[in-house]
């Protein structure tokens, strides 16, 4: 898939100048949209959590045109993330959400280009990351056990 690298990289960049909004509307959205998640985050620290969060899009943005470096990261993250107990259906309610906060963030700023993009970005991105994971059919199915 091609990406929009310019698109994501200036829409980032505005961002970045409004990182406490977008990452304060990304979980109190999440939360309230999908209550389901909630008990994913019991024990995390969430202030701590949004810098890592918006750490790894930083990441992501600044190695569009690395691809190699790209994978080796997000592979790691999403194998990560299984032991977070976060299912495949977990990440379109994240990425639903990521895309909501950034319109609700940027306001007048954000445009239908914008929004393509990351749509984009992220089903990429959610690629690479279920890429390097496996999930035993009793996480993905407790009640057939
Ligand atoms: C684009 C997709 C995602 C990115 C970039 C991302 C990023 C991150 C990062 C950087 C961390 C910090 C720990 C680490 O590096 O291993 C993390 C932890 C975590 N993420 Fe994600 N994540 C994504 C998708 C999701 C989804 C779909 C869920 C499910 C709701 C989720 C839930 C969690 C949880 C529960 C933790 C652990 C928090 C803790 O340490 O207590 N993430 N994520």
């Given at each position: 898939m091609?990406?929009?690298?310019?698109?994501?990289?200036?829409?980032f960049a505005q961002l970045q100048a409004q990182k406490a909004e977008f990452t304060n509307s990304f979980y109190s959205t999440l939360f309230a949209?999908?209550?389901?998640?909630?008990?994913?985050?019991k024990s995390?620290?969430?202030?701590?959590?949004a810098q890592k969060l918006f750490a790894?899009?930083?990441?992501?943005?600044?190695?569009?045109?690395?691809?190699?470096?790209?994978?080796?990261?997000?592979?790691?993250?999403g194998t990560r993330h299984v032991k977070y107990r976060v299912l495949p259906e977990?990440?379109?309610l994240v990425g639903g959400t990521l895309i909501k906060s950034m319109a609700t963030t940027l306001k007048d700023k954000w445009?239908?280009?914008?929004?393509?993009?990351?749509?984009?970005?992220y089903g990429a991105i959610t690629e690479i990351m279920l890429a390097g994971t496996e999930y035993s059919p009793t996480i993905l199915n407790p009640e057939s056990v």
């Open positions: 091609t990406l929009n690298i310019e698109l994501l990289e200036t829409s949209d999908y209550p389901q998640v909630k008990p994913l985050f995390t620290d969430m202030d701590e959590q790894s899009l930083i990441l992501v943005v600044n190695n569009l045109k690395k691809s190699d470096v790209l994978t080796n990261a997000l592979e790691g993250l977990h990440y379109p445009t239908p280009e914008y929004e393509q993009a990351w749509v984009d970005a």
